[in-house]
């Protein structure tokens, strides 16, 4: 499991309707109307901003090497080649992106303070250099520590069990606990970095910081269900996305609930219609009852999913020429729609 | 003695190193003053104990992020809570908090950027200050190395006939800087404290050799034979990558380091390196600031540094115990080219400068003009600063004394490596120091080099550590 195979299941869903780039902006968690829209269409969202860091550069020698590998084929859009499908693999990756969009890193620093200030308060050790520098994240474990009432040794077992229990029943491979915990500072201990794990694990260090990006998510998803891990819930505060919607979207839709209507919203707003339009996707897609019965209607509906089924395409102008007789904005729609009723 | 008290009781010291008490009771009485000190020589102390004795807080000055994020981990290691760093990677809002709040701290850490921001300097104005510290201090000169334009600013805070003392700070400052440091500064009647930059534990050498696969070569022999720990520097993010891994197949543990990896990993890397666990260290000039560790033996350059003051600090992390350590640069003749070109990318031309100044005259915005006309960032802040106060023929001519001065320590660099006389005595010369070579132990010129300390035993090469199970290792950290 690699970038590769996170790339190759990226474009296989998008079945070659998308260039390289649309990829580009997925994976750093572009919040743009065409971005959000297309994560939804080929439900892709677990990858959306799953790597925020991503170079263009570093994006664009992997894909030219995968075109070398014969893995993939770029011809302004991107298409797998029957390589790449077999190259895959039927591993599944149980990534979160939506959800977490590079905040799981924040839970992560915090957990590596958190756990190196304990073991060393616990043994005596008062004096130390705080493995995390960032001063958000040493803050934030300062203020969690001053409300604790139980005293550091105690609290130091507490954090033991509950990341023990966490490891054991959130469904990590053994590997990711592993990594998970060789990642962690202490008293008389010390981290080791990618290369060390990579070595001493014998997997290439990109793909074990993949296993840990992947590893992050799944403890994020266990968390909320648990009501007996005080403290690791703590670390999670503020980690998941409270608000999926990009702010502008969010005043449309305040705007449409008080009943406006979308030309009235684009003239109240002085923004162009296809803006709102974008906004009304981007509602669609991540609110839970999205009045569609307003822009299109059950028929319509059932016309256009007929015609994605046999022509396996989502894209839009070929629906277009399909069914005249609707805007492509009623065409968004109903793709949109089509992922919320499956 | 009062000082000899604080410093046993706040720091846990015995006595001073050489030079700090002086500093501190000039400070202490209300002069300026300057005080230059080789790295990793007590440096810090000499504002840190006299916050201490007075009332009111101390402003620190500080050019560079990482340099201050490390001296206030310092201070909060030493139980200091009243500390906080205000510089351009805080987030507007946690900005905001820290400028409201500022009179609780006794130490405010600032960039000089932040620092000259009309209402930070208003709110900083407003409270009773006891002393200012300028850090890096040479950075105020453009005959220094590192010369950055925002220091220059810095007058205008100064220059006011009531104002705190203002202390100082350099590792690395020649007679010209001093100069610099004191004019721009506005100190007055300063007393200027100089401490020897020359570190007897340390001997030195050059290895001259054909070409970039000879280094490589000589590195691993080196490694294999004889001790660390030992930090190696390279001109390349790539390089020390690619030299970790050769060293690492070895079987020497070693990492990589620069600025090209994430903080988590670099964190990791020091920590490692302090705990002993790695023995080398292959890095860019990224690597040094806040790495405190003693025993450091070797210090290996694999390029030729631009200045001998870069140079002076990067051996100077070595033998900071007081015991043995040998430093060795590696040079072939291409390296001067090399380092030539990576310099002279950060200066403006006479051409960059005529065009940037036409577009910022019909009104370019700053950061556009700075990309059309092909200016780093530093470079255009430099051009920025002077043409607020020249004319463009003036700035070209500056720009132009500049790009000699660098010329000027390269060719430095270039004499030293080609120098048959004493190592030792030649780089000391760079700073106006005289001194004699030593009598053991001074550098392969000298050719009374006794190296039997370094040679590897046999038993030093270190255990495997069993690697435990993620369960186990979780109840050895946590308990
Ligand atoms: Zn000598």
Redesign the interface.
């Known amino acids: 499991m690699s970038l590769d195979s996170i790339l190759l299941t990226i474009f296989q869903r998008l079945h070659g309707e998308r260039s390289a780039q649309g990829v580009y902006h997925i994976l750093r968690g572009k919040r743009s109307g065409q971005t959000l829209q297309d994560v939804e269409y080929y439900q892709v969202k677990s990858y959306y901003a799953l790597l925020p860091?991503l170079t263009a550069s570093e994006f664009q020698q992997t894909l030219e090497r995968m075109q070398a590998d014969g893995l993939i084929l770029i011809n302004e859009l991107v298409y797998v080649t029957a390589k790449g499908q077999m190259a895959t693999g039927s591993e599944m990756w149980r990534f979160n992106g939506w959800n977490y969009r590079g905040r799981e890193r924040e839970f992560g620093?915090r957990l590596?303070l958190l756990?190196q200030t304990?073991?060393n308060l616990?043994s005596g050790e008062?004096?130390?250099?705080?493995?995390?520098?960032?001063?958000?994240t040493q803050q934030f474990i300062k203020s969690l520590l001053r409300n604790q009432l139980s005293n550091m040794?105690n609290l130091?077992?507490s954090?033991?069990k509950e990341?023990?229990q966490a490891?054991i029943q959130s469904s990590l491979s053994?590997l990711q606990?592993?990594i998970?915990?060789?990642?962690?500072?202490?008293?008389?201990?010390?981290?080791?970095?990618?290369?060390?794990l990579a070595?001493?694990l014998n997997v290439s260090a990109k793909t074990i910081q993949l296993y840990y990006l992947e590893a992050l998510h799944i403890l994020l998803d266990y968390l909320p269900q648990q009501p007996n891990m005080p403290l690791l819930t703590e670390l999670a505060v503020g980690c998941r996305v409270d608000t999926y919607l990009t702010q502008s979207a969010e005043r449309t839709q305040k705007l449409f609930e008080r009943g406006y209507s979308l030309e009235q919203i684009a003239s109240l707003r002085n923004l162009k219609l296809s803006t709102i339009e974008d906004h009304f996707i981007e509602l669609a897609a991540n609110m839970d009852n999205f009045p569609y019965e307003e822009f299109v209607t059950k028929e319509q509906m059932v016309t256009v999913w007929r015609h994605v089924e046999q022509m396996q395409t989502k894209r839009l102008r070929l629906l277009k020429e399909q069914c005249p007789e609707l805007s492509y904005f009623q065409l968004r729609l109903i793709i949109i729609m089509e992922r919320r009723e499956s | 003695m009062e000082l000899q008290k604080v410093l046993h009781q706040k720091f846990g010291y015995e006595s001073f190193r050489p030079g700090q008490q002086e500093v501190i009771t000039e400070l202490l009485a209300g002069r300026d003053t300057v005080a230059i000190f080789p790295t990793g020589m007590g440096k810090s102390l000499c504002y840190q104990l006299p916050a201490y004795m007075l009332d009111g807080v101390v402003i620190i000055i500080s050019p560079l992020v990482a340099l201050m994020e490390d001296q206030v981990a310092n201070l909060r290691k030493h139980k200091e809570k009243r500390v906080v760093a205000i510089n351009s990677f805080l987030s507007r809002k946690e900005k905001e908090l820290a400028l409201s709040t500022m009179a609780q701290y006794k130490f405010i850490f600032l960039s000089p950027e932040m620092m000259m921001q009309q209402h930070v300097r208003q709110l900083v104005q407003q409270l009773p200050i006891a002393f200012f510290v300028v850090d890096e201090a040479h950075c105020i000169s453009e005959w220094g190395f590192d010369f950055r334009p925002d220091y220059l600013r810095l007058k205008e805070l100064f220059s006011f006939t009531e104002r705190a003392p203002v202390l100082a700070l350099t590792a690395t400052a020649n007679k010209k800087v001093v100069e610099d440091i004191i004019t721009y500064l506005r100190l007055r009647n300063p007393h200027i404290q100089r401490q020897p930059m020359d570190r007897p534990a340390i001997s030195y050498r050059i290895v001259h050799v054909d070409n970039e696969s000879a280094k490589t070569e000589w590195i691993s022999e080196r490694l294999a034979t004889t001790i660390g720990p030992g930090v190696i520097y390279v001109a390349s993010r790539k390089r020390a990558d690619e030299l970790a891994a050769i060293i690492r197949q070895r079987g020497i543990p070693t990492a990589s380091y620069h600025g090209g990896k994430e903080q988590d990993e670099r964190s990791i890397i020091q920590e490692q390196f302090i705990q002993g666990e790695l023995e080398w260290i292959c890095a860019t000039n990224a690597f040094g600031m806040g790495i405190h560790k003693d025993d450091i033996r070797q210090v290996i350059h694999e390029h030729l540094p631009a200045t001998p003051s870069a140079y002076i600090q990067e051996v100077g992390r070595a033998g900071r115990d007081g015991d043995k350590a040998a430093v060795t640069l590696l040079y072939s003749e291409r390296d001067s080219q090399k380092v030539k070109f990576i310099v002279y990318e950060d200066l403006p031309d006479e051409q960059q400068i005529l065009y940037y100044h036409s577009l910022l005259q019909s009104g370019t915005a700053t950061l556009l003009a700075a990309e059309q006309a092909g200016l780093s960032e530093i470079a255009s802040r430099l051009l920025d600063y002077y043409l607020e106060q020249y004319e463009v023929e003036n700035v070209i001519r500056q720009i132009q004394q500049i790009y000699q001065v660098k010329e000027k320590h390269i060719a430095e660099m270039e004499s030293y490596v080609k120098s048959d006389s004493c190592l030792r005595e030649k780089l000391m010369q760079f700073f106006g120091e005289n001194i004699l070579p030593a009598e053991t132990d001074c550098c392969s010129n000298c050719q009374n080099l006794d190296d039997d300390w370094l040679i590897k035993s046999e038993a030093s090469t270190k255990q495997e550590t069993e690697t435990l199970q993620w369960h186990e290792r979780l109840h050895q950290l946590l308990g």
């Open positions: 860091q620093r590596a756990v304990l073991s616990r008062t004096m130390f250099m705080p493995i995390q520098k960032e001063l958000p040794t130091s077992t954090l033991r990341l023990e490891l053994d606990r592993t998970v915990t060789s990642r962690l500072t202490g008293y008389g201990f010390t981290a080791s970095t990618w290369e060390q070595e001493s």
